[in-house]
């Protein structure tokens, strides 16, 4: 199998990052083999970080906050530049996906089930985990933390 069909055919199922494809690609053949391919790809737009960007903001809106989402895209090799409409557009959108997320999983209203601080220090280290900011945690738990 040559090195472009294996590209096309890992691009064919999902998108992907530059890094991330050169990782993949990397075992298969020599480095600039893999880069003048990676090059060749983005000149015929069949491989796009801002296509990835959109795709995994996509894919992790509703569930996870700005936070997550940044880490992310880190992880996966994308540029700060490529994230940034990505990411102005999940943090305008981390209270509604916040609340909703709580809402899920506790299913009452904030102030009916968080009143020990043990039990919101819980509900707060579970919107972290999602990826959400503080202040957004705070506002969705009700403000004040006794800790």
Do not use: C
Not at 103 to 112: C, E, R, T, V
Request: aromatic letters at 4%; charged letters at 30%.
């Amino acid at each position: 199998m040559t090195l472009r069909l294996r590209a096309l055919n890992i691009l064919a199922r999902r998108e992907h990052s530059r890094a991330e494809l050169a990782r993949k690609l990397a075992p298969h053949a020599e480095a600039a083999a893999v880069e003048a391919l990676l090059d060749q790809l983005e000149q015929e737009n069949l491989l796009s970080n801002s296509r990835y960007v959109d795709m995994l903001a996509h894919a992790r809106a509703g569930k996870h906050g700005s936070l997550r989402l940044k880490a992310e895209l880190r992880e996966k090799g994308v540029a700060e530049i490529d994230m940034s409409e990505a990411l102005q557009t999940a943090r305008e959108q981390d209270l509604a996906s916040a609340r909703a997320v709580w809402q899920k999983k506790y299913g009452a209203l904030p102030s009916q089930v968080a009143n020990s601080p043990a039990e919101r220090a819980h509900q707060s280290r579970f919107l972290a985990s999602r990826g959400f900011p503080a202040e957004v945690i705070r506002s969705v738990i009700g403000g004040v933390d006794d800790e």
